[in-house]
């Protein structure tokens, strides 16, 4: 995966301007959005043009540069100015990354446009570089734990290289595996409704040549009972300070199939997305999308015209369901009744 979700294109324009890789049109068209307002930005957010935890901590990160830049075009005051960062900081409420790289890069403003520059820059490599390294913790974890050559894998959503500043999560993992030579299939749960699993999961693993079925995420549990997998490794929008998981919409129903067969569920996450401020799962706020997104494929409708949709985006699977969590840290057992802290004592 060549492509990077963020990036910060100094060609544009006399300062350079933040350019997105387009979420929303892949894998059919390969295009950029140059966005150079904290509305552009916020729309890109809310439509997931970028989208995925770590990816929206590095949009959060170079939004401030976006909002500075507008308020110099613009002649805001500091008010406007913070008002205008904290919009960008609220865009989405699950993902804890979005607000943690406001919050990385906030407090350089002071010290002008291109020092906050300099640290959202930071914040990408650093997120590369955890990415990386989660993902060789988390490939020996499985290993030490599955006895087969090669893996069958079963992830949700896409976390992946598109959904971080690069080489991605769940994803990472897996391409550690195959790197390995110890990847078998990966079943693709397609994710509705706005299918990054079959979009944006698919083309990835295509991209780099790694063997992989899209299944309808109702065919996750007899997938994972019928023995038809190993394992399954989803990534994160935020860890509780107990291993509580807020991930898309449908990793709890993976993890309890998971317990019930008996084979491990592993979470695949940088520490950015680890959320030491909540004991638990309970007061993660989950995102609620426009009930069209489920009463409609794209324009067309599909359920009667007087039906509502109900559309949470996340859910929250309970830590006594998630075998491991691997961050950059190393790699903690919350199911193996660790309890409140597993997360804050990595054991590597
Ligand atoms: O709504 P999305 O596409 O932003 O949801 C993304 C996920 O749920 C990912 O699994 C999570 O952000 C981890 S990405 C490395």
Redesign the pocket.
């Given at each position: 995966m060549s492509l990077l979700a963020v990036e910060w294109d100094d060609a544009v324009e006399h300062r350079g301007a933040l350019r997105l890789l387009d979420q929303t049109v892949l894998p059919d068209r390969t295009e950029f959005l140059v966005v150079r307002t904290v509305d552009d930005l916020v729309d890109a957010i809310v439509r997931?043009a970028v989208?995925?935890?770590?990816?929206?901590g590095v949009a959060g990160a170079m939004g401030v540069v976006v909002a500075m830049d507008q308020g110099e075009r613009e002649g805001w005051d500091p008010a406007r100015l913070d008002a205008e960062v904290d919009r960008v900081r609220h865009a989405?409420p699950?993902?804890v990354?979005l607000a943690w790289g406001v919050d990385r890069v906030r407090p350089l403003m002071g010290e002008g446009r291109d020092a906050v520059l300099a640290e959202a820059r930071v914040v990408a490599a650093e997120d590369e570089a955890a990415n990386r390294e989660l993902s060789r913790l988390a490939a020996d974890w499985l290993l030490e734990r599955i006895d087969r050559p090669r893996l069958r894998v079963l992830t949700?959503?896409?976390?992946?290289a598109l959904?971080?500043s690069a080489w991605?999560?769940?994803?990472g993992v897996v391409r550690e595996l195959h790197a390995r030579g110890r990847v078998e299939l990966v079943h693709v749960d397609e994710?509705r409704p706005?299918l990054?699993g079959a979009r944006l999961t698919a083309y990835e693993l295509a991209e780099e040549g790694i063997p992989h079925v899209v299944q309808v995420d109702s065919a996750a549990a007899s997938s994972i009972l019928r023995g038809l997998v190993d394992c399954a490794v989803?990534?994160?929008?935020r860890i509780a300070a107990n291993g509580d998981v807020a991930?898309?919409v449908g990793?709890l129903g993976v993890g309890l199939a998971c317990r019930e067969a008996g084979i491990p569920l592993l979470v695949?996450?940088p520490w950015s997305?680890v959320d030491l401020a909540m004991a638990d799962g309970s007061s993660i706020e989950i995102?609620e999308r426009p009930g069209e997104e489920v009463t409609g494929e794209g324009d067309r409708r599909t359920a009667p015209a007087g039906s509502r949709g109900f559309n949470p985006?996340?859910d929250v699977t309970p830590a006594r369901f998630v075998s491991a969590v691997a961050t950059e840290r190393g790699v903690v057992e919350p199911a193996a009744g660790v309890g409140p802290g597993s997360v804050q004592s990595p054991s590597a």
């Open positions: 997931l989208r995925g935890a770590p990816a929206l989405r699950t993902a990354n949700h959503c896409n976390a992946g959904a971080t991605g999560t769940a994803l994710t706005l990054q989803v990534g994160a929008d991930n898309k990793t695949a996450a997305t995102e985006a996340f």
